[in-house]
């Protein structure tokens, strides 16, 4: 059985230039679709999918009607091939149900694999090079140590306030705050391990050592 796919991106689109074609393609059933290209909730596609046998043909006017993008079109014609189920999109003359559609479609896969390497590696490179210059990932921290270094030196003086050392130096108090109260916290914890005596011997193993003694 050929069902047929059609789906328009706003209230105001129609979907009869596509139904007409899939009439004219042989379909025995349409779903029609209101939905964003690159919206995840599509009810009537979900239906399809679900309602979909061996041996049917989904048809479509043109691949992007199906995928959202070239990743999520091949997973889901994909999905389609490996149900024994066909997938047919009439303007570009795709149908995995023939040896070249089958072709086309591994050609698709082999180049959208292409592309995600391509993007990886950059990424990579990209990262690498920045390490290299002494940067790295994640959000770049609103207080520098330059900063705390003088918000310390403007609160030593009693007439100013931690609201006053914090407009200063162009942040919020809070994180004035917060920046003060983890370096001092930091501070400790150095000093702590930099005092920390040695551990003391057992008492029972030096109990032991005299009781051997007086044998």
Not at 126 to 137: C, N, P, Q, S, T
Not at 141 to 161: F, Q, S, V, Y
Request: aromatic share 6%.
């Amino acid at each position: 059985m050929l069902i047929g796919y059609a789906r328009v991106s706003t209230e105001d689109q129609t979907t009869r230039l596509q139904t007409d074609a899939l009439k004219a393609a042989g379909c025995e059933k349409i779903f029609e679709e209101k939905a964003s290209g690159v919206s995840t909730e599509r009810p009537q596609l979900t239906r399809l999918l679900e309602l979909l046998r061996k041996g049917d043909v989904l048809v479509v006017w043109r691949l992007d009607r199906l995928g959202r993008n070239l990743p999520h079109l091949i997973e889901t014609v994909q999905r389609l091939v490996d149900n024994k189920i066909g997938f047919r999109s009439l303007s570009e003359s795709l149908d995995t149900t023939t040896s070249g559609g089958r072709f086309i479609f591994n050609v698709f896969g082999s180049l959208a694999q292409f592309e995600r390497d391509i993007i990886s590696e950059r990424t990579r490179a990209g990262l690498a090079a920045a390490r290299a210059r002494g940067r790295f990932g994640g959000r770049k921290p609103k207080i520098t140590p330059e900063k705390l270094k003088t918000a310390r030196t403007l609160l030593r003086d009693p007439d100013h306030t931690i609201k006053d050392a914090a407009t200063a130096i162009g942040v919020h108090y809070v994180t004035l705050w917060r920046g003060l109260k983890r370096t001092d916290a930091t501070a400790t914890e150095s000093s702590k391990i930099a005092t920390t005596p040695a551990r003391p011997k057992s008492r029972k193993r030096s109990r032991t050592v005299r009781k051997k003694r007086r044998l």
